[in-house]
């Protein structure tokens, strides 16, 4: 493949001069010439007519409607060839990235309505798909659902670390008579205090180890069912609208797994210090006389 790239100049050129000349996708470049044969410079040929391919555009999957078996022409050599006139059927519009889609979408309206002299009341004149539109929907539902399971996942983690700092006092209970042993054997408070703390910190990255090992393996499966059922019968497991979406790469964001961890562990050292403080209060005579 040609690794030469098509300037706006040389496009402009070719558009004012009508050349029979066409972009093409990976597929049809794959289709029609050899994987060692550069298509660059050569013919392709269009219902009886030959056009230069003058590069091969690389495809990447933005919208339901694109594909990698596209043909790009110069839209004035198809109205020279078909003699079409001024008429187009449809347009496809790109805006920045910056801007409100919705209002973009009103003013070409009302751009072409004065141009084709409709009446700027008439609504059914013009049809339109507005995918920026759409996907801003479905990313302010991604945004609520991701706010949602922030909640829920601070919620589980304060029950999991409320719930290590009651099995610390259960076990700081039933361990009353060990505990005294140990500062009989000249133990400080201090190191008491240090142990059950240590103690509870080993817990939680045992147990959030654990849940980082299913979580990512569950979620690797999901996404590797997801990509044969989609190759297998050659369909897509989301809506057409969305499609673009599932064809986002799958990847782990390790730096929120090290982040909800760290948070993790500093709150359960948070919770473990009155466990650990109320062990390190035990009087020595007592818990050696506990049963």
Known sequence: M???????????????????????????????????????????RIDNVYFKVIGVLVFRQGSPFDSDSDVFIPFTTYQNLYNSGDRVGWLNIAAYDDVDVVQVEKDIKQTLKKIKRVSPDDERA??????????????????????????????????????????????????????????????????????????????????????????????????????????LFNISLFPEEIYFLSTIPYQIDFWSIFLISSCSIIMTCLVSIYPATKAAKLDTIKSLKYE
């Not at 706006?8 to 558009?15: C, D, H, V």
């Not at 000349?21 to 050569?42: H, M, N, Q, Y």
């Not at 054997?185 to 703390?197: F, H, M, S, W």
């Open 2 to 44: 040609s690794n030469k790239k098509i300037t706006i100049k040389s496009l402009e050129k070719y558009i004012e001069n009508k050349r029979k000349v066409c972009v093409i996708g990976e597929r049809t470049a794959s289709d029609l010439f050899e994987k060692t044969e550069d298509p660059v410079g050569k013919y392709v």
């Open 126 to 231: 013009f049809g339109s798909f507005n995918l920026g539109e759409i996907f801003n929907s479905i990313m302010g539902f991604a945004k609520g659902m991701t706010f949602l399971s922030l909640i829920v996942g601070i919620a589980t983690i304060l029950a999991g670390v409320i719930g290590i700092g009651n099995i610390l006092l259960i076990s700081v209970k039933e361990r009353t008579k060990e505990l005294g042993v140990r500062r009989a054997l000249g133990a400080t408070p201090g190191e008491v205090r240090v142990q059950i703390i240590l103690e509870s910190v080993f817990l939680t990255i045992v147990a959030g180890i654990f849940g980082i090992i299913l979580g990512v393996t569950f979620s690797i499966y999901v996404e590797n069912l997801r990509q044969f059922l989609s190759t």
